[in-house]
């Protein structure tokens, strides 16, 4: 009944981009902080992303500063991921994750967050 569906996943050649999306089901994301994280094959889950329910301010990682960009669409009750400039080390499985409580989201915690969607692939090859 709460659930968050990402989609946008795909195959993309390095240098290329994709635009992930993150939509809600069951609740507003309008009170939500929600963090984008990535497991790739053999590593742990990761911390990418997020934006503050506070005040929509936004983080990145070292790794894909400049060239990811995180975005609420209040209308379509859904958060973007834009990914630029993509490197092969960026492919991964990618989660959304919404937190309720005034955490920092950008500790990325995976348990301060509430919902999570099931993920969706990003790989970047030649």
């Known amino acids: 009944q709460l659930q968050l569906v990402e989609s946008g996943g795909g195959l993309v050649q390095p240098g290329g981009s994709l635009r992930l999306s993150c939509a809600a089901y069951?609740?507003?994301?309008?009170?939500?902080?929600i963090g984008w994280f990535r497991q790739a094959p053999g590593k742990e889950r990761v911390g990418v992303s997020c934006i503050s329910s506070a005040d929509d301010s936004t983080n990145y990682v070292d790794s894909v500063k400049g060239r990811f960009t995180i975005s609420r669409d209040n209308t379509k009750n859904t958060v973007h991921l834009q990914m630029n400039s993509l490197k092969v080390e960026d492919t991964a499985v990618y989660y959304c994750a919404a937190m309720r409580a005034a955490y920092f989201c950008a500790e990325y915690v995976p348990w301060e967050y509430d919902y999570w969607g099931q993920g969706t692939q990003v790989t970047v090859s030649s």
């Open positions: 069951g609740f507003s994301l309008d009170g939500y902080s």
